[in-house]
């Protein structure tokens, strides 16, 4: 793996909070179509743009500019190669939200298990777990909270080669 790949695989990553953010949930299916899915535990979507960007669109507030308010902070990126054409990452996300006059707060924070592949010369994700383990006021993001089931996509220690 090259340092090339490994700045187009973050790439990648970091192209989800911004879709995300700007509450341009066809992009996030896109980015995320080739993918198996999943968030607490159970299967999200199975390699469907159109059904990543309905489960987004059912899921997040969005507010008067089309966004939800928020900005999805990446952290702690680990990116472990697989093989030719392959890699592992693993990385932490908080989300902070300023919504309906209330705070600037965080809101929910965990983790992402992704596996890419680099298809048609592109890095793409194929597999995205996400674990949030630390909960907050979610009053003002989604819309269904029996769904956030507390778990870790990563368990508690980093990616080894």
């Known amino acids: 793996?090259?340092?090339?790949?490994?700045?187009?695989i973050q790439?990648?990553?970091?192209?989800?909070p911004f879709a995300l953010d700007a509450g341009?949930?066809?992009?996030v299916g896109e980015l995320l179509g080739d993918a198996v899915v999943r968030s607490g535990?159970?299967?999200?979507?199975?390699r469907d743009a159109?059904?990543?960007?309905?489960?987004?669109?059912?899921?997040?507030?969005?507010?008067a500019d089309g966004s939800p308010r928020t900005r999805h902070m990446l952290a702690n990126v680990m990116i472990?190669?697989?093989?030719?054409g392959r890699a592992k990452v693993s990385s932490y996300v908080m989300v902070f939200q300023q919504a309906d006059g209330g705070p600037l707060q965080p809101v929910i924070g965990g983790d992402y298990l992704d596996r890419l592949e680099r298809i048609d010369g592109r890095w793409r994700i194929v597999e995205r777990t996400m674990g949030n383990d630390l909960i907050g006021d979610l009053?003002?993001?989604?819309?269904?909270?029996?769904?956030?089931?507390p778990t870790r996509a990563n368990g508690a220690r980093p990616l080894s080669e």
């Open 1 to 8: 793996m090259t340092a090339d790949d490994y700045f187009a």
């Open 11 to 16: 790439n990648v990553l970091f192209s989800y």
């Open 24 to 27: 341009d949930f066809d992009a």
């Open 41 to 46: 535990g159970a299967i999200m979507a199975d």
């Open 50 to 63: 159109a059904a990543v960007a309905k489960s987004f669109r059912d899921w997040v507030l969005t507010y």
């Open 80 to 84: 472990v190669p697989e093989g030719e």
């Open 139 to 149: 009053s003002r993001h989604g819309r269904d909270f029996g769904i956030i089931q």
